[in-house]
């Protein structure tokens, strides 16, 4: 039978490989994996699960809802720290002490209100706290965590196990904000001497050890994103996505592509009509800058739409049914983010449902 609809293979060994790079390249310090966006759109409890029989005892979510799931997914068995990112929200005591969630707080009127729910508690529930050091996103910001500090109450309440921040910067290493940052941080994390510190996501691992402080938090580096969003040799594609070939057309010069009058042929062209477009995932502002991989050689995508994405393919022999790689170890996803002026982390968590999913490697 010839295929019909775009797949995504999931390779967990080459999820396993990417963390134990990881791991060597912060030596000891602890690297707690991101698994939020249900694990990069890849499944929250397949990575999870793997990276936990890696080592992995640390994990974080972006959403309580996220943190009850992956609660819920490693079971009584695996007792693994999931940090929620976004704090203490509105009502969510009763998820966090029921999933033994971590909140993170990250404004100070987050720890306001943790602050009455601990006291309602009668123990000290763990929590992190994040200070904002540059990126003016999330977290408290310097002047209320020194206030805090010097009040003793609001604190005490807690069992504080992890102070941390996030850089805005990382992935442009010539870029100094990021050492603006950590010198913001390290005062910051002095006043918590005993309190294990993180600064560093993905990018930040590679800046060096001066920015890995006692944990750090990889979240795209594991799923083979280059830290400086190029291709990295020693990360590998833990998604592949690839479609299979549903029509091949010619095409004469001056002709129109696809929706519109804005993709004109230059010159007489042979395009391979893939099973996959926006519907799927594959990002629309790819067209006319990504490649795409056949037949040993990148190809231009020429354009997406919904459903079908046209891939110049010059004269190489093609048919129906075979598979055309939009994404993997050979259409690199930092090359296809770039093109459509975005992240690694976008191309990932875009792909949808529709796409059919393939696991290999250990679970
Ligand atoms: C998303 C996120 C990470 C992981 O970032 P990557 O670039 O995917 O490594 C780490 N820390 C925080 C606070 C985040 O929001």
């Known amino acids: 039978m010839i295929p019909t609809a775009a797949r995504l293979t999931i390779d967990l060994d080459a999820l396993a490989a990417n963390y134990r790079v990881l791991c060597e390249i912060v030596g000891g310090v602890e690297a707690a994996p991101v698994v939020k966006a249900d694990g990069y759109g890849l499944g929250a409890a397949l990575v999870a699960g793997r990276l936990w029989r890696e080592g992995a005892r640390r994990f974080f979510v972006a959403r309580l809802s996220e943190g009850v799931a992956l ?8 007792q693994a720290v999931i940090y929620v990112l976004d704090g203490y929200v509105s009502g ?26 601990a006291k309602s508690l009668g123990f000290k529930p763990i ?42 910067s990382a992935p442009q ?30 990018a930040g691992i590679f800046l060096g050890g001066d920015y890995h402080f006692d944990l750090v938090r990889p979240g795209i580096s594991l799923f083979g994103g280059g830290p400086e969003e190029r291709p990295d040799p020693r990360l590998k594609a833990v998604a592949t996505f690839e479609a299979p070939i549903c029509d091949i ?31 799927d995932g594959l990002l629309r502002l790819s067209k006319g800058k990504a490649f795409a991989w056949f037949k040993g050689a990148l190809r231009p995508i020429v354009s997406v739409t919904m459903d079908l994405t ?32 975005s992240v690694a982390h976008e191309c990932l968590v875009r792909i949808s449902a529709r796409a059919d999913r393939v696991i290999v490697g250990e679970a």
């Not at 996103?137 to 196990?161: C, M, N």
């Not at 190489?316 to 939009?326: C, L, M, S």
């Open 310 to 341: 046209s891939v110049d393919i010059g004269d190489t022999p093609a048919a129906p049914g075979e598979w055309v790689e939009v994404m993997g170890n050979n259409a690199h996803i930092d090359l296809l983010a770039a093109a459509a002026r």
């Open 249 to 279: 057309r010619s095409v004469e010069a001056g002709e129109t592509i696809g929706y519109g009058p804005e993709t004109v042929l230059a010159k007489p062209t042979r395009l391979a009509v893939i099973a996959a477009g926006y519907a």
């Open 173 to 202: 290493p010539a870029d100094p904000r990021s050492a603006e940052q950590l010198t913001k941080f390290r005062p910051l994390r002095d006043l918590f001497p005993e309190i294990p510190a993180s600064l560093a996501a993905s």
């Open 92 to 117: 969510a005591g009763p998820a966090l002490i029921g999933a033994n969630l971590t909140p993170v707080l990250s404004s100070l009127d987050q720890v306001r209100r943790a602050e009455m729910w």
């Open 127 to 168: 929590v992190a706290l994040q200070v904002d050091t540059g990126m003016n996103r999330q977290g408290l910001t310097p002047q209320d965590l020194t206030d805090l500090v010097r009040e003793p109450e609001p604190l005490a309440s807690f069992d504080l196990q992890l102070v941390m921040s996030h850089l805005g």
């Open 71 to 78: 609660r819920t997914a490693l079971g009584p068995d695996r």
